[in-house]
T-cell receptor, first 111, second 114 residues
Framework: TQLLEQSPQFLSIQEGENLTVYCNSS?????LQWYRQEPGEGPVLLVT?????EVKKLKRLTFQFGDARKDSSLHITAAQPGDTGLYLCAGDSGGYQKVTFGIGTKLQVIP | DAGVIQSPRHEVTEMGQEVTLRCKPISGHNSLFWYRQTMMRGLELLIYFNNNVPIDDSGMPEDRFSAKMPNASFSTLKIQPSEPRDSAVYFC????????????FGEGSRLTVL
């Protein structure tokens, strides 16, 4: 079983602060995804990273895939209350698309 | 475009009863996944289908759980008999590619077994 560990599990910050959350594994992934989930809804895909060392930006969110394709980070600049939610990373082992999720980082941005 | 549609959104039942959860994937998606989410264990993959064929059901907790996908537009997850420990949110997700894990999730079915 491939495990994805996310840290921190909980994070509460003030509006305007920067933050970084991490996703780590001992396994190599074909690709890695980040999702955001709000209460009462399903996870929504934010980004996919495929190449080791890849960096993708989505407005104030910066995603990085580790060189060895085993880990990833999500950095949020100037967090807004609308960023509040559960951030999940997921690893795709390729082949028949067995996708494994981390337990998530629950982010609260206080106005 | 319509997203993944799940029903029911909420289900409250008594221990021992049969529960059937339903999912309509996004049209044209060839992979379908059933996940269970709890606070303690997060999102757990129960089973996934590719082109209507079950590929891996190793995540199904026990024989009380079964899933079917009779055609490309419909899947069910059945629990019989249900137990209180089955209480969770069950998500269905579909995907349009065999190369990346870009999943589109439904809104989930919250199951409470008393």
């Amino acid at each position: 079983t491939q495990l994805l560990e996310q840290s921190p599990q909980f994070l509460s910050i003030q509006e305007g602060e920067n933050l970084t959350v991490y996703c780590n594994s001992s396994s190599v992934f074909s690709s890695l995804q980040w999702y955001r989930q709000e209460p009462g809804e399903g996870p929504v895909l934010l980004v996919t990273v495929v190449t080791g060392g890849e960096v993708k930006k989505l407005k104030r969110l910066t995603f990085q895939f580790g060189d060895a394709r085993k880990d990833s980070s999500l950095h949020i600049t100037a967090a807004q209350p609308g960023d509040t939610g559960l951030y999940l990373c997921a690893g795709d082992s390729g082949g028949y698309q067995k996708v494994t999720f981390g337990i998530g980082t629950k982010l609260q941005v206080i106005p | 475009d319509a997203g993944v549609i799940q029903s029911p959104r909420h289900e409250v039942t008594e221990m021992g009863q049969e529960v059937t959860l339903r999912c309509k994937p996004i049209s044209g998606h060839n992979s379908l996944f059933w996940y269970r989410q709890t606070m303690m264990r997060g999102l757990e993959l129960l089973i996934y289908f590719n082109n209507n064929v079950p590929i891996d059901d190793s995540g199904m907790p026990e024989d009380r759980f079964s899933a079917k996908m009779p055609n490309a537009s419909f899947s069910t997850l059945k629990i019989q008999p249900s137990e209180p420990r089955d209480s969770a949110v069950y998500f269905c997700a579909s995907s349009r590619t065999e190369l990346t894990g870009e999943l589109f999730f439904g809104e989930g079915s919250r199951l409470t077994v008393l």
